[in-house]
Structures are given as structure tokens and as C-alpha cells.
């Protein structure tokens, strides 16, 4: 017979009933007013929403406007609220794996500021005293976007535009950006057709050119020679107003004043990198931005310019050549042969040889490479980057070699068809890659020795200034000496007058090393970037994110590489 056990008293007694006239909390939602409950549910939903979407924007995602022109063209920038682009910063993964070369970085402003005139004011005067207090002028954490070129630990010069780094084996060589990269940052300086009666093509007494929409016909009798004339020039031009006039003496003289902006010779024209062609009405004629010899050209005002200490006069700013190009083309004829050369100066010549037989590549005449690939109807690319020479038919890279470095601003780059017989192209274009300047004022790349003069002889007249005027320039030599010395890596009262002002960084002599936990961020505009250039290194600690996309305005969404 089975045993039936006793039975156990429950362990959990029930818990007791509320006191009468005390509800629960249901019970007290419950005996609200309608209002009153559904007020309660959407404030709570609104707070839990707040509080998910803070945790978010600290330790994940942010977005950022992009108040200044110097990432242009990657980001456009703009004080104005979506005239610039609004960013989307991954801060979440970006702890982890830190910032690579060539990352899109947003970072804090290392140099102390306060709010002032205008938008920033220096935190510290002319005289040397701390002017910042927490409550009533409390410091200015401005966020920044620039791109990473240089890593902790590495050893660099800027020479030609490009970026030169030491090797393990003591050599320097240059710091190439990957596909995705170097394809998002070429900028198109030429399109044929984007601009109607634009031909910047000029050929001798044996050659000439024909245009029919689209298509471009070069013709060459006895070896003719077809010039590419619109000079390669660092300039870039955001699409939009300028004010143009004729060149002056002084116009590429970054130290003399600036002629005033209100004078009638300027005039108001509307121009883009590939538009740069306009007719100066005041004696009706033409001219081109890219010819800065004989056109000033200037901002209508510097609120949307990164460095406008250097003022707005694009002639002082970009009147540096540029040395890598890429030309690219269609075939749609082909008589005879026709040769398209990339000269740099007298000291190299690169020759793409096209035939119905094939092509050939020639170096200083040499031959780098040939083959039989058939021309007509294809897309060929020629191109001079990073001290390489690349040819490609249909995408498909056939050469890439490498070629010697040479300075472009004395062995200037040119441009040249030459042949016998004749060659159709449509859907020509010539971009050219990012670079970096060396001749912005305040920048360790160049000499500042008369600038430092001139603001050393104003602090010591302080009665011809006003004081926020003295502030300004006073922070300006401060930073001049500041960078210098954090390149020598030596403090500030121990430089001696040539180190105050030399160039630094410009060759394999004069390389600079970054410290351990610091980074050199430079901007993809470089004439008009106020960057590392001028206030030196950014510390890891003042990292914030990569940028992911432009989320705004709609008309520019996508990815940023």
C-alpha cells in the first residue's frame, strides 16, 4: 500500500492585501482621468526615448555640422544651417580601433579659446594673461574634422603636395591613399562640355581642334602638337559667386594689404572648378579663374573659410602647381597614331603612343610597356600620381610603374596631344589628387621670418591696434613659436631665432617626427585649411570619431572615405 505524504504548507505566504483605501500602482493609474494616464505614458515613453537616444549620441553615433570650407570638396561647409553638411561620427568602434591614415576625423580644437567677436577669440591676450573663466567666459571645446596623415611614432615631410614617409630602411617614400580613397578625392579641374565655347585647347600650325558636343577632334599633319592651356594651378573653387577683377603686383603677396573688396573693379561672376570661363563686363572681356596671372579672384566674404587670416584673395592662397593629374578619355576614331605626353618641365617626359595596332607607354624614352588591346570604343586612362605613371583600358590597370619625384612648382606639368592623323574622344575629363600646400602663413612648411617681423613691430607699437586686434596677432606668434617647437621637440624658450621661424618638414633633411600619442591632421582644401600646419599636433585624448556620411542635405547623402 503506498504511503501518501503528509502535505507541506506553502513556503511563499501570499502577500498581504493593502490596506483599505490604499491602491496599488495599476490601481492608481487606473482611477486617473484619461488624460492624465495617457500623459503619463507619453512622457514616460519621451524620457526613456531621451535617455536611449543621449546613451547613443555619447558612446555611439553623433552628428556634426560642418561649419568651414576646409574638407572641401569631400565635405561642404557653411555657417549657415544646410548650406553645410551635417556628418554622421561613429565614436563606438572608433575607441577601439583608433584612427588610420586617411580616416575623416573630428577631434577638439587644441588650443584654448573663448567665445568673441565674431566666433572664437583667443583665451589668453596679448599681454600674456589667462582671460577665461568658467562662469562668465568659459573655455570653447570647438569640435574640428580634418583628415589623419600622420600616426604616433612616424617620421614625414611634405614635398610636391605629397606626403613622404620614413621606411624601415631609413628611405622616404610616399604615403599612397587606397583605391577607395584616392577615388573619392580626385577633383575634376576639366570636363569637355560642362561649360559651352570652353576649349583649352591651343595647337600649333600643324595641329587643330574640332568640338561637336560631346566629341573633341584633334588633327595632326607632320608631328602637329595640341597644348592643353588652362594652367594646373592648386585652385579650387566651391561652385558659386566670386568677385574678379585684374591682377595687381601684389596680389600673391600674402603680407601686403588686400585691395578693398568694395572697389569697383571687381565684379560678381559665377564660377565652378569646371565652369571657370566669364566675361568681365566693364571692357568686355574674357576671362578664366585658372589664369591667376592676369584675374584676382576672392570670396565674397571668409565666414565659410577655414583660415580667413589669410585673407579671401584666392591668389595668395592657390597659386601653387600641382603635379599629379589623371586624364581620362573615350575612343571613338582613330586614323594614323596620336601621342598624349605628361611632361614635368625639361626634366621627365611620359608618352602614351595610341594605334590601331595597339598602344605603348615610353619614359624619357624608354619603353615602360605595349600591347595589342583594341582602342576604338574603349575608356583609356592615363595618369601621373604618387610619382607613378598608370595606364588603363576599360578599368583594367595594364601599367604602374614607378617614376622620379620632381618639384612641380619648378618643373610644371603640361599636357600635350601630338600625332599624325586624327583621334575622336568623348567624355574627356582631367581631375587632379589633394595638395597639400606649403605656402600658407603661420605654416612650419615655410618661412615666417617676415611675418613674425611684422607682428613682433606691432606688439611693441601696441597704441596702433586695438586690443582684440593685438590679441589675435599675439596668438598668432604664439602658435608660430608653439609648432615650431613641438616639431623640434624642444620647449618654446629655448628656440633660437632661426628656429623660431624656419621651415621645417618641407625634405628628407628636415623631417619631423610625431610624438607618441599625437597625430598631424591636415585638411583635404589646403590652401584655405587651418590645420596641423599651424597649431601643430592633435593629442589622442582629443579624438572624438570618424565620420561615417553626409546625412544631410538630402541632395548630398553618402558615404565619406
Known sequence: MPIIPPLMPDPTPPAPAPPTGQPTAAGYDAQLPGWQQRLNLTCENWIFAFLVAMAIRHFALEAFRIPTASMEPMLYGD?????????????????????????????????????GEGDAY??????????????????????????????????????????????????????????????????????????????????????????????????????????????????????????????????????????PV????????????????????????????WNMDQWAIRRLNSAELDSGSNGVLLNRTMREYIGDVRFRATITKLEGSATLEIAQ?????????????????????????????????QEITFTHLDNQIIFAIAGVELLRTDVAAVDPNIQRLALRWHGAGSLTLSSISLCRDVHYTSTMRGSFLCDDTQQVAQLDSRMRDPLNASSSQLDREAAMLRMIESVHAQ???????????????????????TAITAPQGAYLMLGDNSPQSLDSRCWGWVPAENLRGRVLAVILPPNRWRLVR
Open 122 to 259: 583667443p583665451a589668453i591676450d596679448f599681454t600674456g594673461k589667462r582671460v577665461d573663466m568658467v562662469l562668465l567666459r568659459p573655455l570653447m571645446y570647438r569640435n574640428f574634422v580634418k583628415r589623419t596623415v600622420i600616426l604616433p611614432g612616424e617620421t614625414f615631410y611634405i614635398s610636391g603636395g605629397d606626403i613622404y614617409l620614413k621606411q624601415a630602411d631609413g628611405s622616404f617614400a610616399v604615403a599612397r591613399k587606397p583605391p577607395a580613397v584616392q577615388e573619392a578625392l580626385w577633383q575634376e579641374v576639366y570636363r569637355h562640355g560642362a561649360q559651352s565655347n570652353y576649349l583649352p585647347w591651343q595647337g600649333d600650325d600643324a595641329a587643330s581642334v574640332a568640338s561637336d558636343g560631346d566629341h573633341l577632334t584633334y588633327t595632326f599633319h607632320n608631328g602637329g602638337t595640341m597644348s592643353f592651356i588652362q594652367p594646373l594651378r592648386n585652385l579650387y573653387l566651391k561652385p558659386g559667386i566670386f568677385k574678379v577683377r585684374p591682377a595687381l603686383p601684389d596680389d600673391d603677396n600674402p603680407n601686403a594689404p588686400e585691395y
Open 487 to 509: 616639431m623640434l621637440h624642444i620647449d618654446v624658450q629655448d628656440l633660437s631665432e632661426k628656429q623660431r621661424t624656419q621651415r621645417l618638414g618641407y625634405s628628407p633633411e
Open 79 to 115: 555657417p549657415a544651417f544646410l548650406k553645410g553638411d551635417n556628418v554622421l561620427v561613429d565614436k563606438l568602434f572608433f575607441k577601439i580601433t583608433g584612427p588610420k591614415r586617411w580616416d575623416v576625423t573630428v577631434f577638439q580644437y587644441p588650443v584654448p579659446e573663448i567665445e
Open 345 to 377: 618641365g625639361g626634366a621627365h617626359s611620359y608618352q602614351l603612343i595610341l594605334a590601331a595596332s595597339g598602344w605603348s607607354v615610353i619614359g624619357d624614352g624608354k619603353t615602360l610597356k605595349s600591347g595589342n588591346d583594341p582602342l576604338i570604343g
Open 262 to 289: 568694395s572697389d569697383n573693379l571687381y565684379e560678381n561672376v559665377d564660377l565652378s572648378m569646371t565652369r571657370p570661363q566669364f566675361v568681365y563686363r566693364p571692357n568686355g572681356r574674357t576671362g578664366n579663374a
